[in-house]
């Protein structure tokens, strides 16, 4: 497990075991552990990870900071503008093996249907006909 040592400048009050709880486990990705260099507690604080650019960030509920909620992933998101439009990070590789710059791909999501009935019969003079 890392240890990381947080500058006495930043202090990090201790959060209480209910608010880290209340963390959504499909995306916590670790527990940061500190403690002041001088000594004192040893502090607790949640990591969780943004669906869209895998931005992680320490998870304290009510602290004021905005975030998002993507409707499409069902997750929450860092809160910038980029991660406004529902790209996963996987759509996001995707995009980019296929050859888009990093900004368009950022953007793009491939629209995909299902079509359930065969497509309409056309006459020899180009007219649809409707179904038999």
């Not at 709880?21 to 040893?42: C, F, H, K, N, Y």
């Not at 065969?118 to 020899?124: D, E, F, G, K, V």
Request: proline content about 8%; some cysteine; charged content about 20%.
């Amino acid at each position: 497990m890392t240890h990381l040592h947080i500058p006495a400048n930043r202090p990090l009050t201790e959060i209480n075991p209910a608010d880290r709880r209340a963390a959504p486990t499909s995306q916590r990705v670790g527990v940061l552990i500190s403690q002041d260099v001088e000594g004192g507690p040893e502090q607790h604080v949640e990591l969780i990870q943004c669906c869209h650019c895998q931005r992680i960030w320490p998870f304290v509920r009510g602290s004021g900071n905005v975030r998002g909620w993507c409707g499409q992933c069902g997750k929450l998101t860092c809160g910038s503008n980029e991660c406004d439009v529902c790209v996963p990070a996987r759509q996001l590789l995707d995009n980019m093996a296929a050859g888009m710059d990093y900004h368009a791909a950022r953007k793009h999501r491939p629209i995909t249907a299902r079509v359930e009935a065969a497509p309409p019969r056309q006459s020899p003079g180009g007219v649809i006909l409707g179904r038999s």
